[in-house]
């Protein structure tokens, strides 16, 4: 380590993360829950099917409830969890039926998609540190 005095501040490292990742699943989860309806209809190419319309909206209250929890540090391996499975999810899809590449100039490709994803392997594996609500 190139500066171990700092691994005394692990912890504000950890807060750092959990703020960032909470954030990035608020303003993603909730346009989910505000337009399922509409993000259904684009997924499905025309017609909103309601068991589409209830996955938007289920995944939307998980990503800005568990973005909420997930800042203030609560339940955090468990929101962590939840936020892994969303991502092999969408790099599932990106990488399966939209055929997106990992890079992509038009478009983001899925290498946000898996450092998400490695954040909350981090963060499952460390829980949320002292700076939470709950440690």
């Given at each position: ?41 684009a997924m499905s190419g025309g017609e909103a099917k309601p068991v589409m319309v209830g996955v938007f909206t289920v995944q939307g209250i998980v990503e800005t409830g568990g973005g909420i929890l ?66």
């Amino acid at each position: 380590m190139i500066f171990p005095e700092l691994a005394e501040q692990t912890e504000w490292g950890l807060l750092a993360l959990r703020i960032a990742v909470g954030a990035i699943f608020i303003v993603h989860g909730w346009p989910k829950i505000t337009g399922a309806k509409g993000m259904a209809a684009a997924m499905s190419g025309g017609e909103a099917k309601p068991v589409m319309v209830g996955v938007f909206t289920v995944q939307g209250i998980v990503e800005t409830g568990g973005g909420i929890l997930m800042i203030l540090g609560v339940l955090t391996q468990l929101v962590a969890i939840a936020f892994m499975i969303i991502m092999l999810g969408a790099i599932a899809l990106k990488t399966t039926r939209l055929k997106v590449p990992f890079m992509a100039m038009q478009t983001t490709g899925w290498e946000f998609d898996l450092v998400l994803l490695t954040a909350n392997l981090l963060l499952f594996f460390t829980g949320p540190g002292r700076l939470a609500v709950q440690s």
